[in-house]
């Protein structure tokens, strides 16, 4: 082959791994910079006690934990295509479980991740903080459980990286939330978790539906306009107490039954996410539902200002319409 052809070709490959290197899949757009990337609209249901894949860690969930689900409020019908219905994380009744105790063993979250320093760096770096910070953020979070089945974006680790897609979980599902009510970590898997975003199209379900499952009851949890000084929660039994932020349980007080004791959630329009990136099949695949499934992207989740979780404000969010969802959201595929 002639030499001129021969540096033609080197810089044509040249080029060609440059695209690649620099596409926001796995190239450049990662959860530690802030990248998000979209999909086709797929969001995955999650029940309670399913890890699901690319799990963080072992499940933490303490099953001597129950909450009692509930529908909210002025939820009739499935919110507009790509609009979701948001409820305030400082809503009495929105989370429930056993008075004094925990619905996830936070220090042996803490332990799985120190003893896996890579999964503590990239748990860190979508929680956007170091991973020197993480016990104390994972302490500085409340353990409660889900009353109502709640849009989010799931990140999963896989490859030695966090993963991002879309999910919606299933009421009782044991999740830490920060001090403006907003759901951080899923226990079952050890997920980090934040706001759902929005999509390019109408998200369609994927997974299989849990009995009593319905898109017009899926929310997603907007941050309170101030930190919550008392979680308001619901026993199983209809007892209601207080959980006060970044307690175990051990200060739970009983409380009077709040004047509305089902959340009421309204319409929340979603912000467009940037432009994006393609998706990777995730490594077990759930059951398909109301449509066809794609995997989870490498991406990142909304930023935060403090150690506390990541920003208040991050909801972009839209939600289904499709088939069976409700929920705001992001773009990805799953992850657990």
């Given amino acids: 082959m002639p030499r001129v052809a021969i540096i033609a070709t080197a810089v044509v490959a040249a080029v060609i791994l440059a695209v690649v290197l620099s596409r926001p899949d796995n190239g450049g757009t990662g959860a ?6 979209t999909s086709s609209g797929e969001v995955f249901l999650q029940p309670a006690a399913d890890t699901g894949p690319d799990a963080f860690t072992e499940s933490t969930a303490e099953e001597k934990s129950s909450a009692s689900p509930v529908s909210p409020s002025g939820a009739t019908e499935p919110a507009p295509q790509n ?6 994380g400082d809503a009495p009744g929105l989370y429930g479980g056993t008075r004094n105790v925990a619905s996830c063993d936070v220090e042996k979250q803490i332990t799985y991740l120190e003893e896996a320093p890579d999964k503590q760096r990239a748990f860190a770096s979508v929680a956007r903080i170091e991973p020197s910070e993480v016990p104390a953020y994972l302490r500085s979070l409340t353990p409660v459980q889900l009353r109502m089945d709640t849009r989010v974006t799931n990140h999963g680790y896989k490859d030695g990286a966090p993963t991002s897609y879309q999910a919606v979980l299933q009421a009782r599902t044991a999740v830490l939330v920060d001090d403006r009510g907003v759901p951080r970590v899923r ?3 050890g997920n980090p978790l934040s706001p759902p975003v929005a999509q390019k199209s109408a998200p369609r379900t994927t997974g299989e539906a849990w ?9 997603m949890v907007t941050p309170a306009p101030k930190p919550v000084d008392a979680f308001v929660m619901c026993e199983p039994d209809g007892e209601w107490f207080e959980r006060r932020p970044g307690d175990t349980g051990k200060k739970d007080q009983k409380t009077q039954k709040p ?3 089902s959340p009421s959630a309204s319409v929340t329009t979603p912000t467009a996410p940037p432009d994006t990136t393609t998706s990777q099949p ?3 695949e759930p059951p398909t539902s109301d449509t066809d499934t794609t995997g989870p992207t490498t991406d990142a989740p909304p930023s935060s200002d403090t150690q506390q979780p990541p920003p208040d404000g991050d909801t972009g969010t839209d939600t289904d319409t499709g088939s ?7 773009e990805e595929a799953p992850a657990s």
């Fill in 187 to 189: 226990c079952a898997c």
């Fill in 324 to 330: 069976d969802t409700g929920g705001a959201t992001s």
């Fill in 282 to 284: 995730p490594t077990s």
């Fill in 32 to 37: 530690s910079d802030g990248g998000t990337s």
């Fill in 259 to 261: 004047d509305k004791p």
């Fill in 83 to 88: 609009a979701v219905r948001g409820v305030t």
């Fill in 211 to 219: 009995p009593g499952y319905k898109s017009s009851n899926v929310v």
